[in-house]
């Protein structure tokens, strides 16, 4: 095919998105390949066309001829160029190599490697995995024996992607004494044309030759083609498998988020958009790809700030590898009896695109390390639980419980000051004491978080607030219910975010100064309901609600009733008035009661239509709020059962030792860690953002859910010392319990989500 001639960009110092803007302008606007072979073609000539442009490799340092663009400018380049169609590198293998060379490799090897890799001139192979060492690398046998200026290669890799069609590999080869470990592994680049190289393509279960064998027979590997010192090749793997893991493939996630929508269009065509089971299953993977997203974000903010990302990285890969397999699951099952036939088969959904991509799929939790390592890797690396091989104990890379990814500065300081403050008021003793006592406010801890900033952290500065931010105020709460605080906060910030969106402004200024609150309306499996609500004659409000949360400790009840007219009313309630009837909490650090309203007298804020906007406003910060305390909730029970893992014998060795509870944690520390990443991103946001209510839906969800599974899980770890009242285990499942019912039940949120996801392909 005849290739159109490309448009000039020759203005390397004007800004980059005008430049590129052009480029893909023009791409757009050529005859699109006909054939694979043609594709192939356009996308190595596509990769020059960057290069000459200046457009190429936006992560990389200019130095390495990259564009060196902040993280957030990374995202707008692959927004745009996954938006254009533009090609992608038909060699996704480089960006594992590059990343290694960049910070390990020689000026000669940067120089010789790196521009052949970027415009697609010359294609990598990887040599890691061995038909004896598939996930544990430690165990590799492929010899390099020095000799003079070369090393002598002997051995055989296996699962090796593209090695037909790649000119180089690089490879770990054992160049020390052999035997099981990681020293002595050295990090070799090696030509495939070499004498002694051998390529037998391997057919997986697609019907394809992906992968193959390498053989190596004396292969003669010149001792300059070594990346870093002899011996140093494990610590230097891990450059490769942190980019491979996290920061090759920035595109993944738009990527995913351009399938899962094919996926929800597919469901429409199949006429399947209302079946209620289909409608959950995509509502998982619609939670999966955003969690993705926010998990890459976290990685590639690591890498940029020069820190390695391998312990977000590890949980990530998990994640993408398992939702890429039910996703495709679930796109295969759309397809109805078109699951019958190949990929290749006449008649077959979509040109059998989803038959292919299922088969292929199965490879997503064995690649770089199948499922079940990666779990072993993340609950003895990231955790500190002890080795299934009796190797001892690392230092856990945070402590459990705590963000994988490091905080700003502000969030760090607030975190630390809350579970300072809280910790020195309140015990696990305390509050087990307190139970079936009357409800009481604590108040020496109210007045300190009140001081802090709490409840009106991100509330307006012109009502006495702190302008903090949404996230902030998350990460508060968060850190409020790891301590297990018992106090209201979580209602009264929901009451004041009412009073904000009403325009109440006096009513808020007092929560903000210090009084508790308690938004006073029934709530359903969908939320707050507009059904069985106290009468408002214009004056005063008469009826019963139960279940009020924080209603027993409250100064200010602002109260949803409907008057004659059958009009949705907000009010304030004199307190004086109202009649509280305390209820007993299964949250025993929480208060919930009965409030009664007789002939009570109030104060309209917002009347009829208006009503129903505040609440839709109001709604994301009240489910963001109680989500944010499930995710303090479902930290702390991680962190105490990998702190009793590690402490408790069985049968000789520590439990935490055997996979049945390492894998445990694990599940445990990738639910609480992908729903705090959920949730801190939800609240970041724009209230005016179509995607906002989707997002917090979403991840009030998967938050709620993470709450009662992971404190569950805890339980489980802890055995029968966690069943006993004097164990504070059941504290936090009682608290995960409440916060499950308090905003409506997660299958709601979810489906109310997809119906939007539905509403905005449409």
């Not at 020059?48 to 663009?69: H, Q, R, T």
């Not at 509050?431 to 009140?450: K, M, T």
Request: glycine share 10%; net charge negative; hydrophobic share 45%.
């Amino acid at each position: 095919m005849q290739k159109e001639p490309a448009v000039v960009v020759n203005c390397p110092n004007g800004d980059w998105r005008d430049r590129l803007s052009a480029l893909l302008a023009d791409f757009h606007r050529r005859p699109r390949p006909a054939t694979s072979q043609e594709r192939f073609e356009a996308s190595i000539a596509w990769q020059s066309e960057l290069v000459d442009a200046g457009l190429a490799a936006p992560g990389w340092p200019k130095s390495a001829g990259g564009m060196d663009l902040a993280l957030e400018d990374q995202l707008d380049y692959y927004r745009m160029t996954t938006a254009a169609g533009a090609p992608k590198h038909p060699c996704n293998l480089s960006f594992i190599v590059a990343p290694t060379l960049i910070v390990h490799g020689t000026e000669e090897q940067k120089s010789r490697f790196l521009d052949p890799l970027l415009r697609a001139k010359e294609f990598w192979c990887q040599g890691f995995s061995e038909p004896g060492a598939g996930s544990d690398l430690a165990s590799l046998s492929t010899r390099g024996v020095r000799d003079g200026d070369f090393y002598r290669v002997t051995g055989q890799k296996i699962w090796t992607t593209m090695a037909d069609k790649a000119d180089w590999i690089f490879a770990l080869v054992r160049t020390g004494p052999a035997g099981r470990g990681t020293a002595g592994i050295s990090y070799l680049l090696i030509p495939m044309d070499s004498p002694g190289v051998e390529v037998r393509p391997l057919r997986e279960a697609a019907g394809g030759h992906r992968f193959a064998e390498v053989f190596f027979d004396d292969v003669e590997v010149p001792v300059h083609n070594r990346v870093g010192e002899e011996g140093e090749g494990w610590s230097i793997m891990r450059t490769s498998l942190g980019h491979e893991r996290a920061t090759a493939f920035l595109a993944d996630e738009f990527r995913y988020r351009a399938t899962v929508d094919k996926v929800f269009r597919l469901a429409v065509a199949q006429g399947l958009r209302n079946d209620t089971l289909v409608r959950a299953q995509l509502a998982q993977i619609e939670t999966d790809v955003r969690l993705i997203a926010t998990n890459s974000a976290r990685a590639l903010d690591a890498v940029l700030r020069g820190d390695d990302p391998g312990d977000v990285a590890s949980v990530n890969r998990l994640v993408k590898s398992e939702f890429e397999q039910r996703l495709h699951t679930l796109a295969l099952r759309l397809t109805g009896t078109g699951a019958v036939l190949g990929s290749r088969s006449a008649g077959a959904v979509e040109k059998g695109r989803w038959s292919y991509g299922y088969l292929m799929s199965r490879a997503t939790t064995i690649g770089a390390g199948t499922s079940e390592i990666q779990r072993t890797t993340i609950a003895e690396s990231v955790l500190g639980l002890p080795s299934h091989r009796g190797e001892g104990r690392r230092a856990p890379s945070v402590a459990p419980g705590r963000p994988l990814a490091a905080p700003d500065a502000d969030e760090a300081a607030l975190r630390e000051f809350l579970g300072s403050a809280i910790a020195s008021h309140v015990t696990i003793a305390t509050i087990l004491a307190s139970a079936g006592r009357p409800a009481d406010l604590h108040r020496p801890l109210w007045d300190e978080l009140v001081r802090f900033g709490l409840p009106g952290l991100s509330a307006s500065e012109s009502l006495g607030g702190a302008g903090a931010s949404l996230r902030l105020l998350c990460a508060a709460v968060e850190e409020a219910a790891y301590q297990l605080a018992p106090v209201p906060l979580v209602p009264t910030v929901i009451a004041l975010e009412v009073l904000v969106c009403a325009g109440a402004d006096e009513g808020a200024r007092q929560v903000i100064a210090g009084a508790t609150a308690a938004f006073v309306a029934p709530i359903g499996d969908d939320g707050w309901l507009d059904v069985g609500l106290p009468h408002f004659d214009g004056e005063a409000l008469t009826g019963v609600v139960e279940r009020v949360a924080g209603a027993p400790v409250a100064d200010i009840f602002v109260v949803l009733s409907v008057d004659a007219a059958g009009d949705l009313v907000l009010a304030i309630a004199d307190p004086a008035t109202v009649k509280q009837h305390q209820q007993e909490p299964i949250d025993l650090t929480a208060t919930v009661g009965i409030v009664e309203f007789d002939r009570s007298p109030a104060t309209k804020l917002v009347a009829g239509a208006a009503v129903r906007d505040v609440l839709a406003r109001a709604r994301r910060v009240a489910q963001l709020v109680v989500a944010a305390d499930a995710v303090g909730v479902a930290n702390r029970a991680l962190a105490m059962a990998v702190d009793w893992a590690g402490q408790r014998e069985q049968f000789g060795s520590l439990i935490g030792a055997f996979q049945a509870v390492s894998h445990r944690c694990a599940n445990m520390l990738l639910d609480a860690e992908g729903a705090r990443n959920q949730v801190l991103s939800a609240a970041d946001h724009d209230e005016e953002d179509a995607d906002a209510a989707i997002a917090s839906d979403l991840a009030t969800a998967a938050a709620v859910t993470a709450a009662v599974r992971v404190t569950e899980g805890s339980i489980q770890v802890h055995g029968g010392i966690g069943f006993t009242w004097e164990h504070p285990a059941h504290l936090l499942l009682r608290r995960a319990i409440a916060n499950e019912a308090w905003v409506g039940r997660a299958e709601m949120l979810r489906d109310r989500a997809v119906g939007a996801v539905f509403e905005r392909l449409a």
